[in-house]
């Protein structure tokens, strides 16, 4: 008589990534400046690198013919974490000490972290995206913007989404133009000026300079309160990205 699965299965199983590495160097370098320890490490007869930072394990492999690190979209895991704000705190001090500055455009780089916010994203030298999760992260979420907002404030939060949990800034990009041209004369000022340093942060990460000092001229006109001026600033510099913050606003 056949044994039962649970006479042959156990819940000590342990999963690694194993990721396409196109770049062996730039990514024991950056995963080596975020804290992770290599613990193996093989060029020849083939790549196999494996890194370690406290319980979590990712391993790289060679990657596939015709792959393109530009595309990012070769390989990517989830990292399920009791809290995620400690962690993006860590990367992004770690990349000011490496780096000189927080890594928040081009490869590699770190995804901004708001706070409330339960996930941020980790994009290696080869494109492959490391994305950080908090466990007790609502199961139901509002693809699309919250059915309970209107106006500027719903094509805010579209954006949102779309970047925080889709990883697509390109289309936050697209969706915050679109909701500032058809909404944002009749906005409220502070709701214009939120987009706006949305829509400065994305083109950052974007290398839309143009758009850049097109909207930060936009964002220098428009009349706020002493204390939504510091709401906008706290945007604009208060989520690890003071380097690419203006001195004023």
């Known amino acids: 008589m056949p044994e039962s699965p649970t006479e042959t299965t156990y819940a000590n199983e342990t999963a690694v990534p194993l990721l396409p590495c196109s770049a062996v160097q730039e990514t024991l370098d950056f995963f080596q400046a975020l804290g992770f320890e290599v613990t193996y490490r093989q060029t020849k007869p083939y790549l196999y690198l494996a890194l370690r930072r406290g319980g979590f394990d990712v391993h790289?492999?060679?990657?596939?013919?015709?792959?393109?690190?530009?595309?990012?979209?070769?390989?990517?895991?989830?990292?399920?974490?009791?809290?995620?704000a400690p962690y993006h705190a860590a990367f992004t001090g770690a990349m000011r000490a490496a780096y000189g500055k927080v890594l928040a455009t081009g490869r590699p780089r770190i995804t901004r972290f708001r706070p409330g916010q339960t996930r941020f994203t980790l994009i290696d030298p080869s494109g492959n995206s490391l994305i950080f999760i908090q466990r007790d992260e609502p199961a139901e979420l509002e693809y699309g913007g919250s059915k309970k907002l209107q106006g500027l404030a719903k094509a805010l939060d579209n954006a949102r989404i779309l970047r925080e949990f889709k990883n697509d800034d390109r289309a936050a990009f697209r969706a915050l133009k679109s909701g500032l041209r058809r909404h944002g004369p009749q906005a409220p000022p502070i709701d214009r000026a939120l987009a706006l340093t949305a829509l400065i942060e994305l083109a950052t990460t974007?290398?839309?300079?143009?758009?850049?000092?097109?909207?930060?001229?936009?964002?220098?006109?428009?009349?706020?309160?002493?204390?939504?001026?510091?709401?906008?600033?706290?945007?604009?510099?208060?989520?690890?990205?003071?380097?690419?913050?203006?001195?004023?606003?």
């Open 60 to 84: 790289f492999g060679k990657p596939p013919q015709g792959y393109d690190p530009n595309r990012e979209d070769g390989g990517g895991c989830l990292v399920m974490v009791d809290t995620v």
């Open 206 to 249: 974007l290398d839309e300079q143009g758009e850049i000092d097109d909207r930060m001229r936009e964002l220098e006109a428009i009349q706020l309160t002493d204390a939504e001026r510091e709401r906008v600033m706290s945007e604009l510099r208060g989520t690890g990205y003071s380097e690419e913050a203006p001195h004023q606003v």
